[in-house]
């Protein structure tokens, strides 16, 4: 075999970018659709999960997510932040959605539903204040002013799904560092961030 079909060859195995990928469902390739969700489906459990405190739920929301993100994916601009980026969004979005609808519906108690509120206080204004606010360029430029320990720690909970144990595991740290890591990092981006769109909206 040449040098030449050795190089097609390869060519043929590398896996597709999720910007590629998103072109196709564009175009109503359902087969990349499936590779998105062989890559993002757990992701997206884990990102509702966390938003609306009951598995079924979340399991049931990411058929849903996918549902919806190939009727919307006309809408990503790739000028304005990766796939990966658009999609972590959009599966936070339609979680936040749906935890509102479950609590029209008083799907939680009392307690549990304060106890959520409480847990998810930090997420929802980041979400709200930021992520509708800022192109993924003007992300990335806010997570810079963080420390790496602060970066990493929020990168992998909010776009890897991950829990505190399993960042604490995976960065040979204390489940209690982690904690400060994360409340410390969500506060200084959430400043940076806003001063970001402040600073843009002025320009």
Known sequence: MSAASDDQGAAKQTPPTDEELLARVQKKDYDAVG??????????????????????????????IFLHLCQK??????EKGSARTWMVQFAYRRSFDRRSYLTRRYFYGG???????????????????????????????????LNEKESVTLRLFFFEGCEFREIAERLGD????????YYRGLERLRRTAIAIAVRNHKT
């Open 35 to 64: 590779v998105l969700f062989d890559r993002y489906a757990r992701l997206f459990v884990g990102i509702a999960y966390r938003i609306l405190s009951d598995r079924g739920e979340a399991e049931d929301l990411v058929q849903e």
């Open 73 to 78: 994916s006309n809408t990503f601009d790739p």
């Open 111 to 145: 307690t549990e539903i304060e106890r959520v509120k409480n847990t998810l206080q930090e997420v929802i204004g980041l979400e709200d204040q930021i992520s509708a606010r800022l192109t993924g360029e003007q992300l990335r430029a806010a997570f810079e002013e």
């Open 174 to 181: 204390s489940l209690g560092n982690i904690r400060h890591y």
